[in-house]
T-cell receptor, first 115, second 111 residues
Framework: DADVTQTPRNRITKTGKRIMLECSQT?????MYWYRQDPGLGLRLIYY???????NKGEISDGYSVSRQAQAKFSLSLESAIPNQTALYFC??????????????FGPGTRLLVL | GESVGLHLPTLSVQEGDNSIINCAYS??????FIWYKQESGKGPQFIID?????DKRQGQRVTVLLNKTVKHLSLQIAATQPGDSAVYFC??????????FGTGTSLTVIP
């Protein structure tokens, strides 16, 4: 979905390095999410934000931090990357004002490899 | 914690046939479900949703069935096309804030 963009699309880094994954959306949604996807596992929630001043930990937040710089931007940081953080990372948004549908709209993903 | 699982990891169907993809969920309190399609190299894409006060919901060529008695969700795709080849997974919601996703079924359409 072109309304949700992620940068970079691919990243290779070394153990111990700090990296940031960025997400931007033009959908005007208040809610934003970061997930990781691993082979054989479902998407797992890392962090979510319901507005600029609201940040919440998800299922697997250890080793990650986030920043909601604006309504349209939500970045994910790995302070000290480790190999088991190798995964496909997705950003998503949802519209809090839509009471009939709580679906999330996903970006194209960032493939991260930690050596 | 709760888990959402799929019965079959892979499914192959002939073009033009109907496809049925299944999903089992374990939390009887789940009240909202979504099916997503994920094509190679892309993010998940919403297909159809259903709330727990419904048993069936239809979209364009897709139907979702919900059986709360046995905690089972299915996605039916009519007249499957090559463009339907993708990974399909379900998601459930019971907290109002967080979705829990299944592992996915890979659908391959044979021309």
């Amino acid at each position: 979905d072109a309304d949700v963009t992620q940068t970079p699309r691919n990243r290779i880094t070394k153990t111990g390095k700090r990296i940031m994954l960025e997400c931007s959306q033009t959908k005007g949604h208040d809610r934003m999410y970061w997930y990781r996807q691993d082979p054989g596992l479902g998407l797992r929630l890392i962090y979510y934000s319901f507005d600029v001043k609201d940040i919440n930990k998800g299922e697997i937040s250890d080793g990650y931090s986030v920043s909601r710089q604006a309504q349209a931007k939500f970045s994910l940081s790995l302070e000290s990357a480790i190999p088991n953080q190798t995964a496909l990372y997705f950003c998503a948004t949802s519209d809090a004002a839509d009471q009939t549908r709580e679906t999330q709209y996903f970006g194209p993903g960032t493939r991260l490899l930690v050596l | 914690g709760e888990s959402v699982g799929l019965h079959l990891p892979t499914l192959s169907v002939q073009e033009g046939d109907n496809s049925i993809i299944n999903c089992a969920y374990s939390n009887s309190a789940s009240d909202y479900f979504i099916w997503y399609k994920q094509e190679s190299g892309k993010g998940p894409q919403f297909i159809i949703d259903i709330r727990s006060n419904m048993d069936k919901r239809q979209g364009q060529r897709v139907t979702v069935l919900l059986n709360k008695t046995v905690k089972h969700l299915s996605l039916q795709i009519a007249a499957t096309q090559p463009g339907d080849s993708a990974v399909y997974f379900c998601a459930e919601n019971w907290t109002g804030n967080q979705f829990y996703f299944g592992t996915g079924t890979s659908l391959t359409v044979i021309p």
